[in-house]
């Protein structure tokens, strides 16, 4: 798995400190034109909105995650949930204008 990947699954389970894989992932810069390198699925929301409840992590780290992986065209989401889990993700990088 080449090291893209990697950063993008580690940010994706939101275990480790982001801030050095943010850096790392910069290395690469923005653009993508291949096939996704990170599929999000409903697990990957539950996991980080599981940690929340639980009180592991803050509603900023949330909105944090959901912020670093919005947007990314290196990111899609599972197919069959494709419009909840971006309508999900839109949601809570944006809280300000979602309410």
Known sequence: MNRRAEI???????????????????LFGWDWSD???????KLDFLHVID???A???????LQ?????LEMREDV????????L???ILFR????DINE
Not at 55 to 61: D, F, H, L, R, W
Not at 64 to 68: M, T
Not at 92 to 95: L, R
């Open 85 to 87: 889990l971006f309508e």
């Open 35 to 41: 096939a996704p390198l990170l599929v999000l699925t």
């Open 51 to 53: 940690r929340l409840l």
């Open 8 to 26: 993008l699954r580690e940010l994706a389970r939101f275990e480790t400190p982001t801030e050095p894989l943010l850096r790392e992932l910069q």
């Open 55 to 61: 009180g592991e992590i803050m509603a900023s780290q």
């Open 76 to 83: 899609a989401f599972d197919e069959k949930d494709k419009e």
């Open 92 to 95: 809570i990088a944006t809280p």
């Open 64 to 68: 944090e995650w959901a912020e670093n």
